[in-house]
């Protein structure tokens, strides 16, 4: 009966602070570091007191954080009531879960009704758990006198126990904060939540998802259903109407993505104490959600890779809200930089589909330049072409550096205008070493950028020698990787297929 879900984390390559107004546009990688939802029966049978009662038992279990939490689940209201916890609460599961069993209500038909009453009636039981690359284990790898390589990361065990930054300030205990990594993990875990409670009713069916995951009419329309009550809950739960960029990512995989309009969740950002869940459901199910996204993948033989510098983490709505300060205050100045880096972000767009479509035609030049420039650093790729096929991939392999260079530049400049480190000069220093190493066709900062992270996108097998090189720098390389997919019905609890062979032991504490 347990049905298990994933959805993915993300990378936003281009389009940050811009992604959140319409009509600009953002590139964003979809991740191997996935999410997992399993929700089973609570009860082998139906409890007849929760009949009586109105309402049915949730129990909702984080392994790594040893959290586990007891709700009382109204059948009428579809409001959960916590009863026992054994820490904080998660209120990106708890609005999931209420959202899902509405939309139950709202879309099953009359027949499919008493299936629906039967499963609630033997209560949920809901286990999530996030692979290691959605949170830092830098810490404890320092800590034990291990190298900063994903050797290292690769020896912990899967889903290993979250560590706490417990920090007592001005003599107050504080709540402790999980040090995370910048994947977007409340977004693949509200969206894995969504779409395991969602099949489990028999909402929607995930089983069908091909390869290419949304060649169907009917697993098309079962993701926009994931995908919009997802959205709710995670826009909800967090008390502001966000781009969306990181649900969408997690729903339907790598995308070109265009925000819907914050418009289409006033009924649920507005609904009052009295209006039923299920109304609320059913206007954002109906309303008119005009979201763009477009597939997207990187083109073959190339790699993303994602570094942790260790110099402290970025306040992501902080740094917003002095960009939209800056905005109010300049009005034309940050119009200008807004064209600029917008026109930056659609040439990278441009050259990377092209050279997608080069490799598409001509697989075995492409195989041979990316294999040749992947040993030698970008001032001596032209050299190395040795027909005019191979000629037109290295120029648009150097265009789409020059795109990302100029991207930084109005990145940094909206920075300093903003009074804000987008790319701190530890980052630039970090990511001109990186970007003229042999073989690296891309270096940046993800999202609203800051300390937290940075990326680069390297050719061929080049992706080993950065790594190492990173290492040398202090910064720990990270074992993300794209995967364009997104959300997926799995065939197993993902803790029964995980093999581990530690090359070291770490205690973690």
């Known amino acids: 009966m347990a049905v298990v879900a994933s959805a993915p984390g993300k990378v936003l390559m281009t389009g940050g602070y811009l992604v959140l107004e319409r009509p600009n546009a953002g590139i964003v990688l979809s991740t ?3 999410f997992y939802a399993i929700v089973k029966p609570l009860y082998d049978e139906i409890k007849p007191e929760s009949w009586a009662w109105g309402w049915t038992d949730v129990k909702l279990t984080s392994p790594q954080m040893a959290r586990e939490t007891m709700y009382k689940l109204s059948l009428k209201q579809l409001k959960l009531q916590p009863v026992s916890s054994s820490g904080s609460r998660n209120p990106f599961v708890e609005h999931a879960v209420q959202y899902a069993v509405a939309a139950a209500h709202e879309r099953l038909d009359k027949d499919k009704k008493d299936r629906l009453q039967t499963l609630l009636l033997q209560g949920l039981d809901i286990t999530i758990l996030g692979c290691n690359e959605f949170y830092s284990y830098r810490n404890q790898i320092e800590a034990h006198g291990l190298p900063l390589t994903p050797e290292s990361l690769a020896s912990l065990p899967p889903f290993a126990s979250i560590t706490f930054n417990a920090e007592e300030s001005t003599g107050e205990t504080r709540k402790p904060e999980v040090a995370k990594t910048g994947l977007g993990s409340s977004a693949a875990m509200t ?14 069916n995930l089983s069908s998802l ?3 995951q949304l060649q169907g009419k009917k697993d098309v329309a079962d993701l926009n259903v994931v995908h919009v009550i997802a959205q709710t809950a995670h826009c ?3 008390g502001k109407v966000g781009s969306g960029f990181d649900v969408s990512s997690a729903v339907y995989g790598s995308q070109r993505y265009i925000r819907f309009s914050p418009e289409v969740l006033s009924s649920a950002q507005f609904a009052g104490m009295a209006t039923p869940l299920t109304e609320v459901i059913d206007d954002v ?6 979201h763009e996204r477009t597939k997207f993948s990187l083109p073959p033989l190339m790699t993303l890779l994602l570094g942790e510098p260790g110099c402290g983490g970025s306040s992501t709505p902080s740094m917003v809200g002095a960009v939209k300060k800056w905005q109010r205050s300049d009005p034309q100045g940050s119009l200008e930089t807004w064209r600029r880096l917008s026109e930056g972000n659609s040439a990278l767009e441009a050259h990377l589909n092209t050279l997608s479509k080069l490799a598409e035609r001509y697989y075995n030049a492409y195989e041979c330049i990316i294999n040749a420039c992947s040993l030698l650093p970008a001032g001596k790729w032209l050299e190395r072409a040795n027909e005019p096929t191979q000629t037109e991939i290295v120029k648009e392999l150097l265009g789409a550096r020059d795109a990302m260079l100029r ?5 940094r400049k909206m920075g300093e205008a903003a009074g804000i480190p987008i790319e701190p000069e530890s980052q630039s220093q970090l990511l001109d070493a990186t970007v003229n190493m042999e073989g690296v066709l891309l270096a940046g900062i993800p999202g609203a950028g800051g300390f ?3 990326f680069a996108v390297t050719l061929g097998a080049s992706c080993e020698n950065v790594t190492q090189a990173w290492s040398s720098l202090n910064v720990l390389a990270m074992l993300v990787r794209e995967d364009p997919h997104g959300v997926s019905l799995e065939n197993n609890d993902p803790r029964a297929k995980e093999i581990t062979t530690a090359v070291f032991s770490i205690q973690l504490e």
């Open 191 to 204: 969206t894995a939540v969504v779409a395991a409670l969602l099949h489990y009713l028999g909402v929607v």
């Open 285 to 290: 199910l109906k309303a008119k959600w005009d």
């Open 452 to 454: 937290d992270a940075v």
């Open 236 to 238: 909800i739960a967090q």
């Open 210 to 212: 091909d390869e290419d």
């Open 407 to 411: 991207i930084r530049y109005q990145m």
């Open 32 to 34: 191997n570091a996935r």
